[in-house]
């Protein structure tokens, strides 16, 4: 089972870009890595999935080196609306049964965007 | 319109009761979830549904149990409701498996 372990917290200036580790030491040769950010009282939401190297969409980059035991989330030019928790989740992205899912959320890192 | 809910927002209740949440998705997802999100943020898997069918049952107490009528819907009936069982718990699909996920607003579970 592959274990995720992250920063428990972050500040960052708005402006500045913001770097988030996860670590993945387990990770298996089916697995993805994706990640979600989370408002209070609001339901994760998704922002970037990648297998290796660096996947880039509108509103972030994900970089994975090649033993892929750890990945990092690249947020550009944060805003003080970029205050959330951000989760690591490591898993397959297509299983082949029952039991074949792996869904393991990190424990999450608040990210603190100040003015 | 509301890809994922959840009904009831908030439940207060007392222990010993039966309670159920219902979750609905209309993105016509395969496969739905549903986690509990404990006091300290901690997010567990709980359940995993593909297409109706159990695909993942984590160590949970056996109070829980739910229930998909049809691909679209997976209630969440918990029995003999505890303290510990207060916690925020969402409902979440998939296309299929492990693809991006689509999560509900949550509900707010207080047992007393």
């Known amino acids: 089972l592959a274990k995720t372990t992250q920063p428990i917290s972050m500040d960052s200036y708005e402006g500045q870009e913001v770097n988030i580790t996860c670590s993945h030491n387990?990770?298996?040769?089916?697995?993805?890595i994706t990640w979600y950010q989370q408002f209070p009282s609001q339901g994760p939401r998704f922002i970037i999935q990648?297998?290796?190297t660096k996947v880039t969409n509108e509103v972030a980059s994900l970089f994975i080196p090649a033993d892929r035991k750890s990945s990092t989330l690249s947020l550009p030019r944060v805003s003080l609306s970029d205050t959330a928790v951000y989760y690591c989740?490591?898993?397959?992205?297509?299983?082949?049964?029952?039991?074949?899912?792996?869904?393991?959320f990190g424990k999450g890192t608040k990210l603190s965007v100040i003015p | 319109d509301t890809a994922v809910s959840q009904t009831p927002k908030y439940l207060v209740t007392q222990m010993g009761n039966d309670k159920s949440i219902k979750c609905e998705q209309n993105l016509g997802h395969d496969t739905m979830y549903w986690y509990k999100q404990d006091s300290k943020k901690f997010l567990k898997i709980m359940f995993s549904?593909?297409?109706?069918?159990?695909?993942i049952n984590e160590t949970v107490p056996n109070r829980f149990s739910p229930k998909s009528p049809d691909k679209a819907h997976l209630n969440l009936h918990i029995n003999s409701l505890e303290l510990g069982d207060s916690a925020v718990y969402f409902c979440?699909?998939?296309?299929?498996?492990?693809?991006?996920?689509?999560f509900g607003p949550g509900t707010r579970l207080t047992v007393t």
């Open positions: 990648g297998y290796k």
């Open positions: 979440a699909s998939s296309l299929q498996g492990f693809d991006e996920q689509y």
């Open positions: 549904y593909n297409n109706k069918e159990l695909i």
């Open positions: 387990n990770i298996a040769t089916n697995d993805y």
């Open positions: 989740l490591v898993g397959p992205r297509r299983g082949s049964g029952a039991g074949s899912y792996q869904l393991t």
